[in-house]
């Protein structure tokens, strides 16, 4: 088990899974490498603060000299309140996943072309209250770049995202904004799919790739979609069963 505060005066190797317990926080420095050993891996149950900044990231890599892709696990997040701000994550076997992660932020993550296959980049289930996903750069060749169910009050901004059939997906989250992400599906079902998001707001989110959809937020009360560029195949936005919407300056193309 594991908790405190790791400094840039250390350089921190991991020879066996991390464990931060229940009601607890490790909290991470600006410039703190950590390398992980083969196999290892960070669950926390508690808190888990990565505080790197614009001029100092903190990163997650592999110990291996010639890294490749699965070297180490992944980070999994089974408790509240974390903070995960300017992290370079490489080289593991998945993203970062989870479940019940409510008031979690996640700031400036770069997850970009180092995943094995099937990874996805964020992947968090179960009750996700008031969720900040902000400017994070993720590359990967899984289905989802940011899954993240029942997330009312959730903020999904400034995100570029790469992925294979899901950019953005987020069901049950009235009330949250999404805003100025760029997504590119490759052969995908929706750049964003957040169906059950009453008086949500999608706005200036542009999608390539032609995905089926470009925005479906199926089953949604007072939604508004304003500013979207979408190239799809198929459907721009798909706000079927849902009432009192508002559509303005909306760019579809190549359906």
Known sequence: EVSGNWTANYQYWVTDDLIVPEGETLTIDPGVRVKFYPGTGLTAYGSLEVNGTSENG????????TPLPGDWTNVKLYGQDNIISYLEYEWASNGITGTDASYSSFDNVYIVGSLTLTSNGIYLDGTNTQMSFTNNQISVAGDWGIYCQNADSSVFAGNEITSDTKGIESEYSSNSIISDNIVHVLRGDDGIRMPYCDYCSFDNNTVTGRPHDGIDSRYSESAEFTNN??????????????????????TITEF
């Open 229 to 250: 560029n979408l190239e799809v195949y198929e459907t721009g936005i798909d706000g079927k069963d849902g009432e009192n919407h508002l559509y303005d300056n909306n």
């Open 58 to 65: 903190v990163v997650f890599t592999s110990k291996s000299p």
